[in-house]
């Protein structure tokens, strides 16, 4: 049978041959976006100057390696096992860093969100011992800027100029506790946990890593008439199995990061902020040219 000179045959053919073509593509952008490459949208000013509410920004997976997990079970709510392939690279001080949000619910409590992200700037890797000191952000044996040191420094000046005490909402610091009583302007010193590591447990560091011991164990860490009890079990020191990292945004005045709500644990980790390849203005809807393809330092 042939349709104006054409056979039904010719037509079948091409039009399995345009539906495979377009599963292909779907099938490698599917590819590009789980191990190589992704995009996210910059909603707040938490990263500024360097990032705009409005960028859209590149995030390359390649450099700390791709994450595997049941994505269906992760929307879902579920708690997922995340494995990482071998990356091209480390995690360095001052990269930008996009992440799953990992205090969804409370900042007490680590747990994923896979349909939550945040992009901050790594300053402090697992075995650094951190610190802030009159708003500067510090790391014993580490002499280079950490994060954006104009924005430190106005923010302890905008605390000085609201007279705003150290219970101040905005000011209080992780972990929150009464006794530790540590500020976004005095903080610390806090050791950042590697894989492998073992800590003396007591009642000041039970305070300290209680979220992170009790989400790699899935039981319960209390300080109890002296005693440290993990689930039935008294321990006096205790191993890490994980590694984190101290997150902070730029824009220091206007940033719940690491500060207020902790460590973040080496799997939540998404990929590294590269470029921007679009940027609108939000209050005008203009395109930010300037902005495109800038390279996100």
Request: aromatic content about 12%.
């Amino acid at each position: 049978m042939a349709i104006r000179g054409i056979s039904l045959k010719k037509i079948v053919d091409k039009g399995i041959n345009l539906f495979l073509w377009l599963c292909g593509i779907v099938v490698l952008w599917l590819l590009i976006q789980i191990f190589c490459m992704t995009s996210f949208h910059i909603p707040s000013d938490s990263m500024e100057p360097e990032l705009l509410a409005g960028d859209v920004i590149l995030v390359d997976k390649l450099v700390y390696g791709a994450r595997l997990f049941n994505v269906m079970e992760a929307v879902a709510g579920k708690q997922v096992e995340i494995k990482r392939l071998p990356g091209i690279g480390k995690v360095r001080r001052n990269d930008v860093i996009v992440f799953n949000y990992p205090c969804p619910k409370k900042w007490r409590q680590i747990e994923m969100d896979v349909m939550q992200y945040y992009v901050k700037r790594c300053v402090a890797l697992p075995g650094d011992t951190f610190c802030i000191v009159s708003g500067r952000y510090k790391v014993n044996g580490y002499a280079g800027t950490l994060g954006c040191v104009d924005a430190q420094d106005r923010f302890m000046t905008l605390i000085r100029e609201q007279g705003l005490t150290d219970d101040a909402i905005g000011v209080r610091a992780y972990p929150g506790d009464s006794l530790i009583r540590w500020t976004v302007k005095k903080f610390g010193p806090l050791y950042i946990p590697k894989s492998g590591d073992i800590v003396p447990m007591d009642g000041r560091t039970v305070k300290l890593y209680k979220n992170m011991v009790e989400w790699e164990r899935k039981k319960s860490l209390r300080y109890e008439a002296g005693n440290i009890y993990l689930g039935d079990s008294l321990i006096a020191e205790y191993r890490f199995l994980k590694n984190y990292y101290f997150m902070a945004g730029d824009r220091v005045e206007n940033s719940r990061d690491s500060r207020y709500w902790g460590l973040l644990p080496e799997e939540y980790i998404v990929g590294k902020a590269v470029r921007i390849w679009k940027s609108v203005d939000k209050r005008t809807d203009r395109v930010r040219w300037n902005r495109i393809f800038k390279k996100i330092e």
